[in-house]
Structures are given as C-alpha cells and as structure tokens.
C-alpha cells in the first residue's frame, strides 16, 4: 500500500484551499445526512426523506466519509461516499453485473457526492474527487466506479470516465431510488497518464499541486487482500447493501478476528 497519499518532493505546485476535506468523524454524520437529504430531495424526494438520518454503509468498514468543511465558519459544504469491494460488492453491482474484465479486481465505487450550492462549488468538488484519486492510489485500486444520472454523468464525462457497457445507456440503480444511471470506470494509473497527455486541467489540480488542506491521514488502510465478492443483480432485487452483511464499525480497530482473515501480510507482498 501506498502509504503517503502524495508526496511534497514530487509536486512542483503548492496551494491553500478555503475549506479542509477530511475523512469524516461520527460527529460529522448528522450534518452529512442533512445535506444529502437537501441535495437528493430536490430531485427525488421520497430518497430525500430517507437520507434525513446517516445510513448504515456510513459506518462499514470498507466505507468512506469525506466531507469538505469551511476554514471560515466549520460548515459543511460538500460531502462523497466511497464503498470499496474489499468485504461485498459495490452497491452498483446489485443494479447491474458488470464485464469480466472488472473480476476480482480492486474497486471503489463514489456514491452520495452533494455539494452545497456555492461559488466555490465547483472548487470543492473537484477536491472531493482529488480526494477520491488520493484514496485509490493510497488503498491499490484497480477502478474509480461511478453511478451518475442525468445529468450528473456529464461531470464524469468530463473526469474522462467511460462507460462499463453501451456508450452512453441508463441503468435504473436500486440504491439511488430506481433512478437510471450511466455506469461508468476510470483506473487510477490510467487517469494519470491520460489526463497530462490531455493537458486536462485536473492534471496540475490532482497530481502536480500539493493541497495539505486535502488530509487522507484518518482513513482506514485496507492493506490485505480483498474478497473482491460478486453478485447476481436478478437474484436480490433488494437495496444495497446487501442484507446478509453484518457492518464492522470502521470507526472501530480492525482485527483479524472482526474479518477472519491474516491482515499482518501486506498485499503486495
């Protein structure tokens, strides 16, 4: 595992933002709720009252918070979920079964973006994402997973994201309230490389300037071989995540015990 998210030596550019995004503490849930429940409300209203508390997948292992907060008043002004397939799969994966080529490879899907309406939106998402990137190079992910409705999918479009099947084709997705969405990938190594030879402005954003207000230091290192599981979408037409999980707390210490498996081998060992 990559244990240094990025490394000051290598970045040629250094930057402050106006906000800091971490991973989020439990404290940080309700709040995260609130603005989700705003955000998706506007769009799917039924969805919007259900996210009116933290879900479930908040508190997994093999999940992610971040949040984006403001230096000046502490208030939320964006928030991103990652699910890794370490233990299950990725939400998405109840809605669709995706190509051979994504079998037993290490993925992350983002799920539940919101970002609070202001001028420095669009500032804030793109360091959400950076923060997105820093966690699949830090963790070895093999995919960067996205779900995006219309017309969410075009911010991914333009991430240079593609889609896992038919070029541009919905698929309604159970965790997003049946709502069709473009199923879409991206390997980290591969942005990299794409993205300099595109002179893409995320390129210097993501890779070249250090953000030290873009803080991965409190999240969970997945550092072991993952289960990489499948499933079959027809057989459970349930919400994800799936039912038969029983959460690990990830704001616990994680044991060999809690997952039954030898976490002292690093998985590139």
């Not at 409705?149 to 099947?165: E, G, H, K, Q, T």
Request: glycine fraction near 6%.
């Amino acid at each position: 595992m990559n244990t240094s998210v990025q490394n000051p030596a290598t970045a040629p550019f250094s930057e402050s933002l106006p906000f800091v995004v971490e991973m989020a503490r439990q404290g940080d849930l309700r709040d995260v709720a609130a603005l989700r429940s705003a955000s998706y409300g506007r769009h799917i209203p039924e969805l919007g009252m259900v996210l009116q508390k933290p879900e479930e997948c908040d508190y997994e292992l093999g999940c992610e918070v971040i949040v984006a907060r403001s230096k000046f008043d502490g208030s939320l002004l964006g928030t991103m979920r990652i699910h890794t397939n370490a233990f299950k799969p990725l939400p998405l994966q109840m809605s669709l079964r995706l190509p051979d080529r994504f079998s037993g490879t290490r993925m992350v899907e983002a799920t539940r973006l919101c970002v609070k309406g202001s001028p420095n939106a669009s500032l804030v998402r793109s360091a959400l994402f950076k923060a997105l990137f820093q966690y699949c190079e830090a963790q070895d992910v093999d995919w960067m997973m996205a779900a995006g409705r219309r017309p969410v999918d075009r911010i991914y479009d333009a991430l240079l994201f593609s889609d896992v099947n038919e070029p541009g084709k919905f698929y309604p997705m159970a965790h997003a309230g049946g709502v069709p969405h473009r199923v879409m990938s991206l390997a980290p190594l591969e942005a990299r490389f794409t993205w300099e030879a595109c002179e893409h402005p995320l390129y210097r954003f993501v890779v070249e300037t250090l953000h030290k207000d873009v803080d991965l230091s409190a999240m969970t290192s997945l550092n072991f071989a993952w289960n990489c599981p499948q499933v079959d979408p027809e057989s459970n037409s349930g919400f994800a995540p799936l039912s038969d999980f029983t959460p690990i707390s990830r704001f616990g210490p994680l044991s060999a015990t809690d997952i039954d498996i030898d976490i002292t081998t690093p998985f590139n060992a």
